[in-house]
């Protein structure tokens, strides 16, 4: 027999033919819930913002590379070594700008010390005159900055006559830098340490290097020469130069200053000058730890500094810096 028409169901038992049309009504505001999530994800996943703005969508800072984020930008990168000292680090910076996907740096030399000499350069002319003669007031020599190489052969030039003349003592120096300066002289490192600095110069200097001499720079602190000493070294210190802060900048200087991105420091005399005269504080890329805490000690909020000092490592990570400053408009100017 036919079965009961659609009418008299719908008469005699409404919720029979009704509940397939509330399923339907039901599913349909969780299909277009469905279809606006999935969307949603699309955008996400392609790094775009949602139409709308910020509010559809928070994501973090490295959800979108910096190079598309900040392609063309310019990053202005301090330089405070003294005038004429930052050629090595500017071609090591620029060998790395590939590293900044699409951004480009903008480097300026803002020298933030300056040498003079120490009180003790007599006395190093002095034993360096006694070993030209022949005698042997000491068995070795420890550099440990490139200036303190740069006084060191200048003094022996004059006390041999010549420039380039064999030393007759072994030669310790702290790192590359101030190795490439013996080098560049045409003399050669006896020894370098694991670890450029001054800690590991003194833990790991040969016993038979003998009697140091140990010419310094008169704001050196007393870590080589108390470490040497305590292994049984005798140790001879001339305070031969002297590092200062550069006293005062042009109004151009300080402009530059207030506007750079990353500053680089090798020492903290650079440091403290640059904290004197510039309100503003910009990334700090520091060579080696003592600058690093020069740098925490006068309140840089965002420090970098390399876990081997040298400069390559101060390289890298000034790169590393500039990479941060491109995440921010504000360090960063239009190209």
Not at 53 to 70: D, K
Not at 90 to 109: F, I, M, P, W
Not at 285 to 314: D, N, Q, V
Request: with cysteine; glycine share 10%; charged share 25%.
């Amino acid at each position: 027999a036919p079965g009961p028409s659609r009418r008299r169901l719908r008469r005699e038992c409404p919720a029979m033919v009704r509940r397939p049309e509330r399923r339907r009504g039901l599913l349909r505001p969780l299909w277009t819930l469905a279809v606006v999530a999935g969307a949603a994800c699309a955008w996400a996943l392609s790094g775009r913002a949602l139409p709308g703005g910020p509010l559809a969508l928070v994501t973090t800072t490295g959800a979108t590379s910096a190079g598309e984020a900040t392609a063309g930008a310019v990053i202005r990168v301090a330089l405070t070594r003294e005038r004429g000292q930052n050629g090595k680090l500017r071609r090591l910076l620029d060998e790395r700008t590939s590293d900044l996907e699409g951004a480009r740096l903008e480097l300026v030399e803002l020298p933030c010390i300056e040498h003079g000499s120490g009180p003790d350069r007599d006395a190093l002319e002095e034993r360096l005159a006694a070993l030209a003669a022949g005698g042997q007031p000491f068995d070795s020599v420890t550099l440990t900055s490139p200036e303190a190489a740069r006084v060191f052969l200048a003094a022996w030039a004059d006390a041999a006559g010549r420039e380039g003349a064999e030393l007759p003592a072994r030669l310790a120096c702290v790192g590359r830098g101030t190795a490439r300066v013996v080098e560049a002289a045409g003399l050669r490192p006896d020894f370098e340490p694991s670890v450029a600095n001054a800690e590991t110069l003194a833990a790991e200097l040969p016993e038979d290097f003998g009697r140091v001499l140990y010419p310094a720079s008169a704001l050196a602190q007393n870590t080589l020469q108390e470490g040497l000493v305590s292994r049984g070294f005798a140790v001879d210190r001339l305070n031969t130069y002297t590092t200062q802060a550069v006293q005062g900048f042009s109004d151009e200087e300080r402009q530059l200053m207030e506007s750079t991105a990353v500053a680089t420091f090798g020492s903290p005399s650079a440091v403290k000058a640059w904290a004197r005269h510039c309100a503003g504080q910009p990334i700090a890329a520091c060579i080696g730890g003592t600058s690093k805490k020069a740098a925490e000690a006068a309140g840089f909020r965002r420090i970098f500094a390399p876990e081997k000092p040298g400069l390559e490592g101060w390289a890298e990570v000034t790169i590393a810096a500039a990479r941060e400053a491109m995440a921010e408009p504000a360090l960063t100017g239009a190209a």
